[in-house]
Each structure stands twice: as structure tokens, then as C-alpha cells.
């Protein structure tokens, strides 16, 4: 017979890490965009929109020149933010923004 007690330990390892990773990676974002009302409630950003995730990179050429002060030369190009957030009030005027051609 096959002992328990490896597969237990195995198995509580790895809900200790993912709740250290879960806990790790919280945060609280709120966008406000003129003209556009939001669902938040928290007491701060009354009315703003509440982003649950987002991403944004930043590239450097690799063959920047480095100065004097340590950092690269050259020109930095930043890529697409992109937000995630919850299907709330905001989202078909934000799809009416895009369609309009608005900035926001």
C-alpha cells in the first residue's frame, strides 16, 4: 500500500505557495476617465472605474549607447498598456469612446 503522507506534504506545498503568490500580487487600481462614471465604492475613488489587472512593457534598442550616468542611450519605446476590469456602467461608453475615436 501506497503511504499518504508524501502526497499530503506534496499537496500542502503547493497551497502554500499559491497562497503566498495570490496574497503577493494584490492590489487596489482605479482609472477615472472625464465623462465616463465607474462602479467603485471605495470611499476614495467614488465612482471610478476598478481595474483588476493590467500590462505595459517598455523596450530599450540593444544597441543603445550607455553614458557617463549609467543608464542606456537612445530611445525607449513603450508597447500597449493594456487594463483589464469587470463588465460594470463604464464599459459601453468606453466602447462608444473607442468607436468615436474620443481619447480618453
Known amino acids: 500500500m501506497i503511504s499518504q503522507r508524501p502526497l499530503f506534504r506534496i499537496c500542502l506545498g503547493v497551497m502554500a505557495v499559491t497562497a503566498f503568490v495570490v496574497t503577493y500580487g494584490a492590489?487596489?487600481?482605479?482609472?477615472?476617465?472625464?465623462?465616463?462614471?465607474?462602479?467603485?465604492?471605495?470611499?476614495?475613488?467614488?465612482?471610478?472605474?476598478?481595474?483588476?489587472a493590467f500590462t505595459h512593457a517598455v523596450a530599450q534598442p540593444s544597441g543603445s549607447v550607455v553614458n557617463l550616468g549609467g543608464g542606456a542611450g537612445g530611445r525607449v519605446a513603450h508597447c500597449d498598456l493594456s487594463i483589464t476590469k469587470h463588465l460594470d456602467a463604464a464599459t459601453p461608453y468606453l466602447y462608444l469612446y473607442c468607436s468615436q475615436g474620443k481619447h480618453a
Not at 492590489?27 to 465604492?41: C, N, Q
Open 27 to 52: 492590489f487596489d487600481m482605479f482609472l477615472k476617465i472625464e465623462g465616463i462614471k465607474g462602479e467603485s465604492k471605495d470611499l476614495n475613488h467614488k465612482d471610478w472605474i476598478e481595474v483588476t
